[in-house]
């Protein structure tokens, strides 16, 4: 019996040595950045302006993609939906803020109940009955390059950054 009491206090020992010394290591490496889910975010109601003209502020966008040589970026989406705040967050909030600052001009479509701003969604192929958020990339001259007609962002809170970076690294402009 004493052997085996003997047994067990060293295999529990050693056990015990090696998850701690796993978790020393773990706690040395910082996680990357970039290979974190978004960051999750307390609600704002001011994303989507409820007296927003979405058709005004995108011809708006557009003059101003040609000057500065860049795409314009819809979000669709209302101010209910949480992962409509995670997202907007990411793209405001390096790396991702960097990039869109840099390429991009971000206009907020609000889809109100999923309702509002109709044709809208049927023009740029937002299907919003796969969920929201939704995005569009158009081209300075309005040309639609990009939609995310499979619901590919509607669960934003689970996307990475890393994967956000590269989509909006895939479709920034090139040619700038």
Not at 86 to 93: F, G, I, K, P, Q
Not at 146 to 153: A, H, I, L, N, R
Request: proline share 4%.
């Amino acid at each position: 019996m004493n052997l085996l009491w003997r047994s067990f206090v060293y295999l529990t020992i050693t056990v015990a040595g090696l998850v701690l010394s796993h978790n020393a290591s773990a706690q040395q490496r910082p996680p990357q950045p970039d290979n974190q889910p978004l960051e999750a975010v307390e609600y704002r109601t001011s994303i989507y302006a409820a007296d927003a003209d979405a058709n005004q502020e995108i011809r708006e966008a557009l003059k101003l993609a040609t000057a500065e040589k860049k795409r314009v970026l819809l979000v669709f989406g209302a101010n209910w939906c949480y992962d409509c705040h995670v997202l907007d967050r990411a793209l405001h909030e390096d790396p991702a803020g960097k990039i869109v600052r840099e390429s991009f001009l971000l206009v907020h479509v609000d889809i109100g109940e999923g309702d509002k701003n109709a044709e809208l969604t049927r023009t740029y192929r937002i299907p919003v009955e796969k969920g929201v958020p939704a995005v569009a990339v158009l081209n300075s001259d309005g040309k639609l390059v990009y939609s995310s007609g499979e619901g590919e962002f509607e669960s934003a809170r689970t996307m990475f950054k890393k994967d956000l970076v590269a989509f909006l690294n895939h479709w920034k402009n090139k040619r700038q």
